[in-house]
C-alpha cells in the first residue's frame, strides 16, 4: 500500500555539519511530497515541499529533491545549527488530500 | 498560510471523563483532519471532518469515542470520550484545499493531553 519510510533516528550532529534526512515512499502515480518540522513544545510546521518530479523544494537552507527514478525526497543541509533541533517528518499527499506520515526523525545539534 | 488555533493549547483530566478539543481556522476551508501523536511517534489520522456530514474516521478509530463535529467551514471539535491514560497524546488539527493552500496541509499548535 501507499506509505513513507523515512530514516530511523535519533540523529545527533554536531554545529555546521552536513545533514541528510532519507525518505522514500510508494505510491501509485506522483503524489506532492512534503518536509514537516516540529521543533519542542510546538505544532508541525511545513517546512518545504515538492509537486512533482525533479522539483526541489527549499527553506530555511534546507533543500530536498522529488526524484521520480528513485521514489526519494531525501532532506539535506549543507550547515546545521543548534536552532535546527527538532524533528522532521517526510509526508506524501494523495488525491483526497489525505496525508501519509513517515515516522519522524529526531535531529539534536549540538554547539 | 492559514492560521489555525486550537483550544484548549493543554489539559490534564481524569480517567473517566471527555474533553472537546476545538479547531478554528482564519479563512474557509475544504477539508479539515484531527490527529493524533502519541509520546514520541509520528502522527495518525484519526479522521477527516466533513462540513454538514458525519465525519470520515480511519480504522482503529470509532465516532463513540472521538465524536466529531464540523458546523461550517473554519470550525470543528474533537471530543475525546470516557477517557484512558493511553488517550494521552498531542492532537493536532489541520486544514487543507482551499485555493491557496490547495495540496497542502496546515497544522495547528495541538493539544497535550495528559490523563490520569
Given at each position: ?5 523515512q ?32 521543533y ?9 515541499k ?10 530555511k ?12 525526497f ?16 517526510c509526508a ?9 506520515f ?10 | ?33 484531527w490527529?493524533r ?34 458546523p ?45
Amino acid at each position: 500500500g501507499d506509505s513513507v519510510t523515512q530514516m530511523e533516528g535519533p540523529v545527533t550532529l554536531s554545529e555546521e555539519a552536513f545533514l541528510t534526512i532519507n525518505c522514500t515512499y510508494t505510491a501509485t502515480g506522483y503524489p506532492s511530497l512534503f518536509w514537516y518540522v516540529q521543533y519542542p513544545g510546538e505544532g508541525l510546521q511545513l517546512l518545504l515541499k515538492a509537486t512533482k518530479a525533479d522539483d526541489k523544494g527549499s527553506n530555511k537552507g534546507f533543500e530536498a529533491t522529488y526524484r521520480k527514478e528513485t521514489t526519494s525526497f531525501h532532506l539535506e543541509k549543507g550547515s546545521v545549527q543548534v536552532s535546527d533541533s527538532a524533528v522532521y517528518f517526510c509526508a506524501r499527499g494523495n488525491t483526497g488530500n489525505q496525508f501519509y506520515f513517515g515516522t519522524g526523525t529526531s535531529l539534536t545539534v549540538i554547539p | 498560510s492559514a492560521v489555525i488555533s486550537q483550544k484548549p493549547s493543554r489539559d490534564i483530566c481524569q480517567r473517566g471523563t471527555s474533553l472537546t478539543i476545538q479547531c478554528q481556522v482564519d479563512s474557509q476551508v475544504t477539508m479539515m483532519f484531527w490527529y493524533r501523536q502519541q509520546p514520541g511517534q509520528s502522527l495518525t489520522l484519526i479522521a477527516t471532518a466533513n462540513q454538514g456530514s458525519e465525519a470520515t474516521y480511519e480504522s482503529g478509530f470509532v465516532i463513540d469515542k472521538f465524536p466529531i463535529s464540523r458546523p461550517n467551514l473554519t470550525f470543528s471539535t474533537l471530543t475525546v470520550s470516557n477517557m484512558s491514560p493511553e488517550d494521552s497524546s498531542i492532537y493536532l488539527c489541520s486544514v487543507s484545499g482551499t485555493t491557496r493552500l490547495y495540496n497542502e496541509q496546515f497544522f495547528g499548535p495541538g493539544t497535550r493531553l495528559t490523563v490520569l
